[in-house]
């Protein structure tokens, strides 16, 4: 390409495979439970969202299919010309009684529910407070806002409130936006700090529970149920794509406000419905993480192994109150060569680099179907 954009399109990924930072997808063939086959390779796979193993669960497959047979698999329009069936509003009175809110509202991905819904209700004269660690879509939806955003440094709640102090008074509307598990990091954002931070100065606090439903609180909810916290200026959002097993995103609130989404918000207007199949295997998935909290309880005691199995090496993991535990990495090369080392004995851990994360590192991503020796066995490979 001779043309000044070929050429900086060039230029870009001579620099990124000069960094090591070059990424392209697996060929995967085959998943099943918490094995993962790549490139003709079985590994035990420590790189899915799907915490619980319900991606595969014969009930999301069998409620998938029955919808299919039902009504095709396209959902043929957007949710307020031709693409709404009853099961979009089972599954959202499912999500809304399941986060205990008034209302919900079902996306086609997670990541459109946060662009839509930050760019829906701020605007030029608002003021948006950011995590710096915050997920890419949060931060891509306060950009499309057009507010004035600010980042406060990751999981520092005085460094928020100084913020606050210095700009609040000059804007109309304020958010608050936060992760709930940070999904490179593995830890947990101060969410009771935060809501009372939010009502000293009148702020919303949005929450993304894309990593905490179906891991965290007494029923699986999340972070927010977690630590026992409700809110009228709580907006919970997230993936159905994570624990849930499925696709799709949502919003849960109080009833204003999914009701001004309906209206306003356009990436829930403007883009095809969830199809039926997602949405089936979405509510399918959402009522097993309900009704078989043993699920939750094998997460937990993976997640509890593996820490303390690292505790007996001189391995550090970094801080950790999720189902994500990451290993501190000199750069991106060491991590790739790891990552490959890892692999070579059966265990699929990839190694997260920048951009993506401003420092290297292993990410674990534990499953409720991992097994005891699953985990000593991949320790033991780490060391060698
Ligand atoms: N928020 C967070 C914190 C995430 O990790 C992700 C997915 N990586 C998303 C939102 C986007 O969700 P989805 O995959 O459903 O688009």
């Not at 520092?156 to 913020?163: D, P, S, V």
């Not at 102090?165 to 830890?187: A, E, K, N, P, W």
């Not at 849960?252 to 989404?261: P, Q, T």
């Amino acid at each position: 390409m001779t043309d000044s954009l070929g050429q900086h399109l060039q230029k870009s990924l001579h620099t990124i495979k000069k960094a090591n930072w070059y990424r392209q997808e697996q060929k995967i063939t085959d998943l099943s439970g918490c094995t993962i086959t790549i490139d003709g390779q079985r590994m035990i796979n420590f790189a899915s969202n799907d915490y619980l193993g319900l991606a595969t669960d014969i009930r999301l497959k069998q409620a998938a299919m029955d919808a299919v047979e039902r009504y095709g698999t396209g959902s043929t329009g957007s949710r307020l010309l031709s693409g709404h069936r009853t099961l979009h509003g089972e599954l959202e009175r499912a999500i809304a009684s399941f986060k205990q809110t008034e209302e919900a509202l079902v996306f086609s991905s997670g990541y459109l529910a946060n662009l839509g819904t930050i760019s829906a209700l701020m605007g030029k004269k608002d003021l948006i407070l950011e995590d710096e660690y915050n997920h890419s879509s949060l931060k891509n939806g306060a950009k499309l806002s057009q507010a004035h955003r600010i980042e406060y440094e990751h999981l520092n709640c005085q460094n928020l409130i100084e913020k606050l102090i210095q700009v609040r008074s000059q804007y109309r509307h304020c958010l608050i936006v936060t992760d709930s598990v940070f999904s490179m990091d593995g830890d947990v954002s101060p969410l009771p700090q935060l809501l009372d931070i939010a009502q000293k100065f009148d702020c919303w606090l949005m929450v993304d529970e894309a990593h905490g439903t179906g891991v965290l609180g007494k029923n699986g909810a999340g972070c927010l149920e977690h630590f026992e916290i409700k809110s009228e200026r709580i907006i919970q959002i997230g993936t159905l794509s994570k624990a849930v097993g499925s696709l799709g995103g949502y919003v849960a609130g109080n009833k204003v406000l999914i009701e001004f989404l309906r209206n306003r918000c356009a990436t829930w207007i403007y883009t095809t419905a969830l199809s039926p199949a997602d949405t089936a295997a979405a509510l399918a998935g959402i009522n097993i993480i309900r009704s078989e909290a043993h699920r939750r309880h094998n997460l937990w005691t993976n997640i509890n192994l593996l820490k303390e199995l690292f505790n007996q090496t001189n391995l550090k993991i970094f801080p950790s109150d999720s189902a994500i535990l990451c290993l501190p990495l000199e750069d991106a090369s060491q991590g790739l060569l790891i990552s490959a080392k890892v692999r070579s004995h059966g265990f699929y851990v990839p190694a997260i680099r920048p951009p993506t994360v401003p420092t290297s590192r292993l990410r674990f991503s534990l499953m409720a179907t991992h097994e005891i020796n699953h985990l000593q066995e991949l320790i033991k490979a780490l060391i060698q």
